[in-house]
């Protein structure tokens, strides 16, 4: 199962509502990823857990706040969003994360991505 | 700092025909890794190959082949005789050996006519 799966496929939420966003993958990866992208640009990282713990924050507002439940599991809370936070949010996986030098080694897996629309 | 420069925003060929899409990137390591992806309509994005930098072979999987330069700093990437499934959004990508970071170029977005 080379698989990574997303739900919801679309969330549309109000500034004051409080979502959640699940990514899931059963291929025995360690490292899992949040990315951002925005229409008409290349995905942003936004997030690296390395064995269920936060190894990057590439600096994301507290708005959004990742947790790894367990090695198969990553989710991203969501809690209010501006518009601008309206993207395409897509998770990721892969078998390791060294902090340098094994991105070449362990490609990394896409999910098909959560479309959010922030009203 | 590295760097993936996409030129070209936007290609539009007819289907059967060749297309190259270009790919210039920067980085003051010697170790590196270059990647390309392709995003369909449907949003996922699919690994298609990475190559270090150590290896400068040509690859060729079906109708994808990839020329690796490292005089010219340029991974570029040619679909032959494209078809219409081939229509998607294509980013190349670079990560140095210091970071598993990916970064991403601004991808060229294919339109292949039938």
């Known amino acids: 199962d080379t698989e990574v799966t997303q739900t919801p496929k679309h969330l549309v939420m109000g500034m004051t509502n409080k979502k959640s966003l699940k990514c899931e993958q059963h291929m025995g990866h360690r490292a899992m990823y949040w990315y951002k992208q925005k229409a008409k640009k290349p995905p942003e990282l936004m997030f690296v857990y390395s064995y269920e713990k936060l190894s990057i924050n590439e600096s994301v507002p507290s708005r959004f706040s990742p947790e790894c439940p367990n090695s198969s599991l990553l989710n991203l809370h969501l809690h209010a969003l501006q518009p601008e936070d309206s993207a395409l949010y897509l998770c990721?996986?892969?078998?390791?994360w060294g902090g340098g030098g094994l991105a070449g080694v362990y490609e990394q897996f896409f999910g098909p991505g959560t479309r959010l629309t922030v009203l | 700092a590295q760097k993936v420069t996409q030129a070209q925003t936007e290609i539009s060929v007819v289907e059967k025909e060749d297309v190259t899409l270009d790919c210039v990137y920067e980085t003051r390591d010697t170790t590196y890794y270059l990647f390309w992806y392709k995003q369909p309509p449907s949003g996922e994005l699919v690994f298609l190959i990475r190559r270090n930098s150590f290896d400068e072979q040509n690859e060729i999987s079906g109708r994808y082949s990839w020329n690796f330069q490292k005089s010219t700093s340029s991974f570029n990437f040619t679909i032959t005789a494209s078809q219409v499934v081939d229509s998607a959004v294509y980013f190349c990508?670079?990560?140095?050996?210091?970071?598993?970071?990916?970064?991403f170029g601004k991808g060229t977005r294919l339109h292949i006519l039938p």
């Open positions: 990721a996986s892969s078998q390791e």
């Open positions: 990508a670079l990560s140095e050996y210091r970071d598993d970071k990916i970064i």
